[in-house]
């Protein structure tokens, strides 16, 4: 299983980034897909989520700022970012969880960097 995110970049306060995660090798039906974050320093913390049923999660953070979607049949998730503040700096791990012949496994992408700054 290979999860390769893409999208991160520097913008300016304000600005716009679209993350991307593409699930690869998937041989089990996925639960959640989403996005952490972790800033320098700092613990990586759920960003936000979305189920296979669409239900989604939002940190209080990124509420009204950061939509999620999710492609099932391509295995991708999208996460739409606006009004992007400089505490939103931080590495994005995409991830995908499930349960592997009863056990719970989760697979994360490599991270991709974002970077809010003037």
């Known amino acids: 299983v290979q999860l390769q995110a893409s999208g991160g970049g520097l913008v300016q306060p304000g600005g716009s980034l679209r993350l991307s995660c593409v699930a690869s090798?998937?041989?089990?039906?996925?639960?959640?897909m989403g996005w952490y974050r972790q800033a320098p320093g700092k613990q990586r913390d759920l960003v936000v989520r979305?189920?296979?049923?669409?239900?989604?999660y939002y940190a209080d953070s990124v509420k009204g700022r950061f939509t999620i979607s999710r492609n099932n049949a391509k295995n991708t998730v999208d996460l739409q970012m606006v009004s992007l503040k400089p505490e939103d700096t931080a590495v994005y791990y995409c991830?995908?969880?499930?349960?592997?012949?009863?056990?719970?496994?989760?697979?994360w992408g490599q991270g991709t960097l974002v970077t809010v700054s003037s």
């Open positions: 991830y995908a969880d499930g349960y592997v012949g009863g056990a719970y496994r989760i697979y």
């Open positions: 090798g998937i041989d089990f039906s996925i639960n959640y």
């Open positions: 979305i189920s296979s049923g669409g239900s989604t």
